[in-house]
C-alpha cells in the first residue's frame, strides 16, 4: 500500500513542476540512494559542511557554501552574516540589531514575498525605485544613482533579487554597494536553469548568493545553497550549527571558519531552526553533481513526449501550444487555452474541478486569468500522463 494512503491522503498528479506547496521536485535513484546511506552513519555536521563547503565553491567558483533548509533559509541566514560578521554580542541579540547598522537597500520593484526571510533577520528594507512600467505612469526602471543615494549610516547591505529581467544589472549594484563597503545578498532561489547562473552570479561580484536546493536542482525540498565569501558563508554556518561544544575542542574545518577570529563560540543562532541534516546535505551534493553534469537535460526529449501525448489527446477539445524555453536547459511547458464560454465556466473552476477529482490533479495556475493552464512535466512519467490526460478530457469536453 502506498504511504501516503496509509495515511489517509490521496497523492496527487503534479502537472505545476517543482512548487513547494506540492512538495517540490522528485529526487532521482541515486539522490535517494545517497539520503538513505547517509541516515546509517554518523558525522560531525559542522566537518560535513565543510566538505560541502568545497563542492559548493567548486560548482560556483564562489570562496565557499553552505548547505541550508531552503533558498528562504538561506536568504535569513545570509542577512544575519552580513549584519554580523564574526561578531559573537550581534549574533546572540539577533533579530535585535539597537545598536548597529541593519537597513538593506532593495529595489522597491523587487519586494516580494520572500523578503520577509531578510526581514527575519532583524533587517529593515528600505526601497528605492518606482514601479512606474507596472503603474503606467512612465518608462524607467530602478536605477544605480538610486541606489547610491540611499545609503547611509544605518545600512548595512542591499539585497537584490537575480533574474533574466532585473535591472539595473547585478554587477552595477554590485559596484554601488563594494564603493560604500557593503556586500550584497542575492535571491537568485529559483534562477536554474541555467546552469551557467551558478557561477555568473557570484561573477558578477555577489558576496553572498542563495540557491534553491529543491527547484532544479532536485535535491530534497527543503535545502538549499548559500555561497559567497568565505567569512560571510562562515558566518552564517555559526548562526545555524549546532554550538554546544566547548571552544578548545571545536575543531572547524578551514574551507568555512577562521577560527583565529573567534573569540569564543557563539551560542546557538537565529538560524537553529533551520537546521540541516546529513542525509539532507549529501543528497544535495548528489544532485548538485547531476545537475552540473547535466544528467537532467538528458531527460528532456522524455518530458517533452510527456507534453506531446497530452497535446495529441486535446486535439479538438481544446487549442495547446507546446511553450519551448529559450535557453535549452529548462523544460518546456503545455499551455492549454480553455473555451471559456463553451465550457459555460471560467479557467479558475476548471483549476479547481481538476483539484477536487481523483486522483487530484494540480495544473499550473499562474494563466487562469488569460485562459489557460499549463502543464509542467517534471512530475510526469507514462503512467501519470495516460491519468493526467483522462482527467483533462473529463473536465475538458463539451
Ligand atoms: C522559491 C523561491 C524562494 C524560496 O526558496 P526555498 O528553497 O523554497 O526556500 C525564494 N525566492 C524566490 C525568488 C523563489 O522563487
Redesign the pocket.
Known sequence: MDVFERLGIEPIINASGA??RLG?APMSPSVLEAFCAAAGESVPLEQLQGVASRVIAEATGAEAGLV????????TLGAAAILTGYDLGRMERLPHCDGFPHEFIIAREQR????H?VRAAGVRLVEVGFHEPIAGAGVRRVEAWEYASAIGPSTAGIVY???PHARPSLAEVVAVAHDHGLSVLV?????LPPCANLREIVAAGADLV??????AIRGP????ILCGRRELVGAAALQMLDMDDHFDLWEPPDSLFDRSRLAGLPRHGIGRGMKVSKEQIVALLTALRLFTEGAYDRELAAFRGHLERVAAALEGIARTALVDPADGESLPVLEISLDEAGLGRPALDVCRRLRHGSPPVYVGHGLLDKGKLVINPLHLNEARTATLIRRLGDELRP
Open positions: 512548487v513547494t517540490g541550508t533548509a531552503g533558498a528562504a533559509a538561506g536568504l516580494n514575498g520572500y523578503d526571510a533579487v537575480y533574474g535571491d537568485a532561489a529559483g534562477e542563495a540557491f534553491s536546493g529543491g527547484k525540498q527543503a535545502t538549499g
